[in-house]
């Protein structure tokens, strides 16, 4: 493999010298060589703008599920029973120690147990009704609400069915106006809370989903919910997080089978299978973006097929404009190989120079596009396609030799002595 890009210092010594006649050729008519590249300069312009942007977009979504905090969680919801033979075997339905139970498995990241309701609250404004949600350990970091004031709950507070509440930035706001919320106190469902940290729902860039209604809610120990509001240690939802997304399937059913075996063989839960979700959206994403990949790079080949004729044209003219040269070389001993080389060079340096200005610009309205989006105050990223500026670049090679070979061909063809006579 290595004797094929191996080259002896007269082959490259000549390549250089058509590097340098195609320039001198190139900057002898600059309108004309600058009008030549403009179809190719778009069109690579097209496809590195195009591959980076498609790019940017899967990279946004992706950041967008991170910070949803889902794509790698599962869960159990408590379901009934109806089965006789399921109720004499005393299952309970979930509690907090299945959570214990379940965090012990080696597949299983970290988890939490959920109980929802709506209790009315008041503090120094008016009372309304607000959804509650006890929660268990790392419940607020599972579905990624950010602290903004004071803290989150500690494994402390759920030990001691502590009387403290995390307010979502809503719930802050009806509850005490604009007066600092942290440390205040305030009824809820008849009971007194003292608050000690208020929380702000994930801000998301493409997904079209709207988590302001996190901000609304109460957040408490599940412990105390059990304490103060059910008298029992039922909950609602299990929550698990496994390791990553590819590893949900079989952390899912080493995590049902424990459930299972905890609950004497009885199904009184539903699995709620985020991570599913999450695989068919990105399912559906990546085939809507196949598909703009496929539209868009069909408008930049044709982009570039058009400068590939504005190539062609040029060379044409070059030839007929450089007769008499040609037949003059061909007259003191340079063959039709050597002129065909000559015209190619020139034809392959057009390209590929056109394919660089193409990078670069495609480049710089990449950048334009994040700079226009900050100022709208988007937060969008658009990352230099590689594998686009390879391809745009590959194609502009392409054009130069396809769209060169003919004019090289015609010139080397000339009789130099009716060339000459021209």
């Not at 002898?28 to 179809?39: E, I, N, Q």
């Not at 309205?365 to 670049?393: K, V």
């Not at 054009?399 to 063809?413: E, K, L, M, N, S």
């Amino acid at each position: 493999m290595a004797r094929l890009f191996r080259f002896s210092k007269a082959q490259l010594y000549e390549a250089y010298e058509l590097l340098l006649d195609g320039c001198r050729s190139i900057f002898a008519h600059k309108l004309r060589s600058l009008l030549t590249l403009t179809g190719i300069v778009f069109g690579v312009a097209s496809l590195v703008t195009m591959f980076s942007i498609v790019t940017g977009i899967k990279m946004m979504i992706l950041d967008d599920y991170e910070q949803w905090g889902l794509k790698d969680t599962f869960g159990f919801d408590a379901s009934s029973v109806d089965s006789r033979a399921a109720a004499d075997r005393a299952s309970k339905g979930l509690r907090s120690p299945d959570t214990d139970t379940l965090l012990t498995l080696a597949s299983v990241v970290e988890g939490t147990e959920l109980l929802f309701g709506e209790f009315i609250g008041q503090a120094r404004l008016e009372p309304r009704r607000y959804p509650v949600v006890g929660t268990g350990r790392e419940g607020l970091e599972m579905r990624r609400l950010a602290v903004v004031a004071g803290r989150s709950l500690t494994h402390l507070d759920l030990a001691e069915r502590a009387p403290i509440a995390v307010l979502g930035t809503r719930a802050a706001e009806e509850l005490f106006g604009n007066a600092n919320p942290l440390g205040r106190q305030f009824v809820l469902g008849g009971e007194r809370f003292r608050t000690v940290g208020v929380v702000k729902a994930p801000r998301l860039t493409l997904i079209p989903a709207n988590f302001d209604f996190l901000e609304r809610r109460v957040y408490i120990p599940v412990s105390t919910y059990q304490v103060r509001f059910t008298g029992t240690k039922a909950v609602q939802t299990i929550m698990l997080r496994a390791p990553s997304y590819e590893a949900v399937g079989p952390t899912l059913r080493d995590a049902e089978s424990k459930l299972l075996q905890l609950h004497r063989r009885v199904r009184d839960f539903e699995i709620e299978n985020n991570a599913a979700e999450y695989g068919e959206d990105m399912e559906m994403i990546n085939g809507l973006l196949l598909g703009w990949n496929i539209v868009l790079g069909a408008i930049a080949v044709i982009s570039l097929l058009i400068g590939g004729i504005g190539l062609f044209s040029i060379l044409q003219v070059s030839v007929r404009e450089r007769v008499r040269e040609i037949g003059i070389r061909k007259s003191v001993g340079a063959d039709d190989a050597d002129i065909r080389r000559e015209f190619l060079a020139e034809s392959l340096t057009l390209a590929a120079l056109g394919g660089v200005l193409g990078i670069l610009f495609g480049s710089g309205l990449c950048t334009g596009a994040e700079f226009i989006a900050a100022a709208f105050a988007r937060d969008w990223y658009i990352p230099i396609s590689p594998l686009g500026s390879m391809i745009g670049f590959a194609f502009s090679i392409a054009v130069g030799i396809g769209f060169g070979i003919y004019p090289a061909r015609r010139a080397a063809d000339l009789d130099p002595v009716a060339a000459i006579s021209q």
